[in-house]
């Protein structure tokens, strides 16, 4: 049993006889558990920035929509033309009034869905505009012009029994012609708010 101490002191092909350095199984298992807490960090992290991208993004087209649909009213009323027989009518999801599109006038109505959450723009001839029915016989054109969820009316002029400038919810064809129109719409936590004044003639 004396030469065992020898022998390792020999060389082994020009090399000492050494431990051989290595991992244990348990370090392995350490540095795995490591790389993967670290790499389902790194995956949580950009799955929320991709969410968040997504939403801002959504959140932007929507914006966009609902500032182009309040210019596009806002150029409209301002281009209105105050003719009794058609008049000027509103409600608080609905509004209709005669106005001017490619030289030509027009009626338009503007209605607010709030079960599609959609605001749709309906175009009528001006040879229609004049006719009372209801049903709807006449022809139009449609289109939507921005998803929203939720959007309204109010208008505004003198209350000659008040005797102040009111803001109202309603506005009658016999009325004449309001003085300014606020369009409220909201889209997700956005809120967006403008007064349009009618140039009275």
Do not use: C
């Amino acid at each position: 049993m004396k030469f065992w101490p020898h022998i390792l002191r020999k060389k082994i092909k020009g090399f000492p006889l050494r431990a051989q350095a290595g991992f244990t199984l348990i370090e392995i298992l350490v540095v795995i558990t490591i790389f993967t807490i670290v790499g389902a960090g790194i995956a949580e992290t950009f799955s929320s920035g991709m969410k968040i991208w997504a939403r801002a993004q959504k959140a932007g087209e929507s914006s966009i929509d609902v500032f182009v649909a309040i210019e596009t009213i806002g150029r409209d009323l301002r281009q209105s033309v105050n003719i009794r027989s058609v008049g000027f009518e509103g409600r608080e999801d609905e509004i209709s009034f005669l106005t001017f599109r490619d030289d030509s006038a027009v009626k338009v109505i503007y209605k607010f869905n709030p079960a599609q959450k959609e605001l749709v723009r309906r175009q009528i001839d001006l040879k229609d505009a004049f006719s009372d029915d209801l049903q709807g016989k006449y022809k139009y054109a449609e289109k939507k012009v921005a998803t929203l969820d939720d959007f309204s009316f109010s208008y505004f002029n003198f209350d000659k029994e008040k005797e102040e400038y009111v803001w109202s919810d309603e506005w009658a064809k016999e009325q004449g012609i309001f003085e300014a129109v606020k369009l409220k719409a909201r889209f997700g936590d956005e809120k967006d708010v403008k007064t349009v004044f009618i140039p009275i003639w």
